[in-house]
C-alpha cells in the first residue's frame, strides 16, 4: 500500500523572482539533457514513503523509458513536508551535495535509509555515507550557508504555488503544455506513459 501524504496548506504566491532563482537553483538538481523535449517536474520530501516507492521502483522506469533515450529530462525540487521532523534537514544536505556533483548519490543513500535516519534523527550519517572525506566537509559547510537554505525554501514556495498537495508530484510540459500528475505509482504509471508520449508526438 503506497502512503501518499497530503498537503493542506494554501499557497502563498511567491515572486516572479524567486521562482526564477529557484528555477536555476534546480539545474545542478536536473537528471538528464535540458535540450530533451519533454520536462519532467518532480515535487517530493525525502522522509515520504510513497517517494521512496517512486525514487527506487518509477523514476527508474521514467529515466529508461524516456531520460536515457533523450526524449525527457527531470528537475529534483524539494518540498518538505512539516509533518516529516527530518525532510527539511535531509533536502538542505541534499541540495548541499549538489553543489558537488552528488545530488544523486545523496537523495538514494536518504532514500534507501529512509526508515532508519527518519526513526533516529540522525540524517547526516546517511549523507556522509555517500560522501567522500573532503566531499563530506563542503557539504556540512554547505548545508548551513543562507543560499542553499533559500534554494530549499524557494522550491517549496514553488511546490506551493503550483499548488502541490501531495507528494510525489510531477508536472510533464513541452513548450506552453503542462500537466500535473499527482501520485506517481505503479499502478498508474501506464497513464503517465501514456501522456508523456502525448507530448512527444
Same mark, same amino acid.
Given at each position: 500500500?503506497?502512503?501518499?501524504?497530503?498537503?493542506?496548506?494554501?499557497?502563498?504566491?511567491?515572486?516572479?523572482?524567486?521562482?526564477?532563482?529557484?528555477?536555476?537553483? !534546480?539545474?545542478?538538481?536536473?537528471?538528464?539533457?535540458?535540450?530533451?523535449?519533454?520536462?519532467?517536474?518532480?515535487?517530493?520530501?525525502?522522509?515520504?514513503? !510513497?517517494?521512496?516507492?517512486?525514487?527506487?521502483?518509477?523514476?527508474?522506469?521514467?529515466?529508461?523509458?524516456?531520460?536515457?533515450?533523450?526524449?525527457?529530462?527531470?528537475?529534483?525540487?524539494?518540498?518538505?513536508?512539516?509533518?516529516?521532523?527530518?525532510?527539511?534537514?535531509?533536502?538542505?544536505?541534499?541540495?548541499? !551535495?549538489?553543489?558537488?556533483?552528488?545530488?544523486?548519490?545523496?537523495?538514494?543513500?536518504?532514500?534507501?535509509?529512509?526508515?532508519?535516519?527518519?526513526?533516529?534523527?540522525?540524517?547526516?550519517?546517511?549523507?556522509?555515507?555517500?560522501?567522500?572525506?573532503?566531499?563530506?566537509?563542503?557539504?556540512?559547510?554547505?548545508?548551513?550557508?543562507?543560499?542553499?537554505?533559500?534554494?530549499?525554501?524557494?522550491?517549496?514556495?514553488?511546490?506551493?504555488?503550483?499548488?502541490?498537495?501531495?507528494?510525489?508530484?510531477?508536472?510533464?510540459?513541452?513548450?506552453?503544455?503542462?500537466?500535473?500528475?499527482?501520485?506517481?505509482?505503479?499502478?498508474?504509471?501506464?497513464?503517465?506513459?501514456?501522456?508523456?508520449?502525448?507530448?512527444?508526438?
Amino acid at each position: 500500500m503506497v502512503d501518499y501524504v497530503q498537503v493542506t496548506l494554501e499557497p502563498q504566491g511567491p515572486s516572479r523572482e524567486k521562482d526564477t532563482t529557484a528555477a536555476a537553483s !534546480a539545474v545542478a538538481k536536473t537528471i538528464g539533457n535540458p535540450g530533451a523535449p519533454v520536462c519532467i517536474e518532480l515535487f517530493s520530501d525525502f522522509q515520504c514513503p !510513497a517517494c521512496k516507492i517512486f525514487h527506487e521502483i518509477i523514476l527508474p522506469m521514467i529515466l529508461t523509458d524516456y531520460v536515457i533515450t533523450g526524449k525527457a529530462y527531470i528537475v529534483n525540487h524539494e518540498f518538505p513536508l512539516n509533518m516529516h521532523a527530518y525532510s527539511r534537514v535531509a533536502a538542505n544536505y541534499a541540495t548541499a !551535495a549538489a553543489q558537488v556533483g552528488k545530488y544523486q548519490t545523496v537523495a538514494d543513500a536518504l532514500f534507501r535509509n529512509q526508515q532508519e535516519w527518519g526513526t533516529s534523527g540522525k540524517v547526516w550519517d546517511t549523507v556522509a555515507s555517500a560522501l567522500t572525506p573532503a566531499e563530506q566537509q563542503k557539504v556540512q559547510a554547505l548545508a548551513q550557508d543562507p543560499a542553499i537554505l533559500s534554494q530549499v525554501q524557494q522550491d517549496f514556495d514553488l511546490g506551493m504555488a503550483q499548488p502541490v498537495r501531495q507528494t510525489p508530484t510531477l508536472f510533464v510540459s513541452r513548450g506552453a503544455k503542462r500537466y500535473a500528475f499527482p501520485g506517481p505509482a505503479q499502478d498508474n504509471y501506464t497513464i503517465l506513459k501514456s501522456l508523456i508520449d502525448q507530448l512527444l508526438k
